[in-house]
């Protein structure tokens, strides 16, 4: 079965640390592989999305950014957070097309 | 400019009754549309799809109908149950891209 992780699933950082954010998908090769977040009482923006190594795309101008690594890794990053990016932040995978995306379990992030 | 909206932002329903969900869209590129179900603190799960070469598509309890002409998408639970209570998100995605365009999302609430 396809599986996605995310890590952690909870965190609270203080205005201007850093941020990493992991996301690994089991159980399926070159899948699409996105970034979205929630804001509370939002609905789901895209952030990041990717179609393969090292290829990101970027929907919204932030100080977030993202990386690809490995086949199955896609990473959000932060090199100073701000409050503004407090929510809730799930990963996504597809096989491209027309398939459905289907999400991880999230990481709730509060930045104090 | 928000290209799905889900203009109700929460429904109350007796539990066995009907619950409709709606969904408008304004991208007339959009051809393949999502629900899912979001419970707190955790991913969306995917409900149930629909494609423009259909106006309606079913799965057990919950049927969904496309009105392209209207670009508008609803979402039927019969019979609805508590554990139904969710919130629900509406989505929408050109054939041609790899991206999802989320509604806001509705907050189902099933009372028994």
């Known amino acids: 079965s396809q599986t996605i992780h995310q890590w952690p699933a909870t965190l609270v950082q203080p205005v201007g640390s850093p941020l990493s954010l992991e996301c690994t998908v089991e159980?399926?090769?070159?899948?699409?592989l996105y970034w979205y977040r929630q804001a509370a009482g939002r609905g789901l923006q895209l952030l990041f999305y990717s179609v393969g190594i090292g290829q990101i795309s970027s929907e919204v101008p932030q100080n977030l950014s993202a990386s690809r690594p490995q086949d199955r890794q896609f990473i959000l990053s932060s090199k100073k957070l701000l409050l503004s990016d407090s929510g809730f932040y799930l990963c996504?995978?597809?096989?491209?097309?027309?398939?459905?995306?289907?999400f991880g379990p999230g990481t709730r992030l509060t930045v104090l | 400019d928000q290209q799905v909206k889900q203009n109700s932002p929460s429904l109350s329903v007796q539990e066995g009754r009907i619950s409709i969900l709606n969904c408008d869209y304004t991208n007339s590129m959009f051809d393949y549309f999502l629900w899912y179900k979001k419970y707190p603190a955790e991913g969306p799960t995917f409900l149930i799809s629909i494609s423009s070469i259909k106006d309606k598509n079913e799965d057990g309890r919950f049927t969904v109908f496309l009105n392209k002409s209207a670009k508008h998408l609803s979402l039927h639970i019969v019979p609805s149950q508590p554990g139904d209570s969710a919130v629900y998100f509406c989505?929408?995605?050109?054939?041609?891209?790899?991206?999802?365009?989320f509604g806001g999302g509705t907050r189902l609430m099933v009372k028994p």
């Open positions: 996504a995978r597809s096989s491209g097309g027309w398939d459905t995306q289907y």
């Open positions: 159980g399926t090769s070159n899948p699409n």
């Open positions: 989505a929408a995605k050109a054939s041609a891209g790899n991206m999802l365009t």
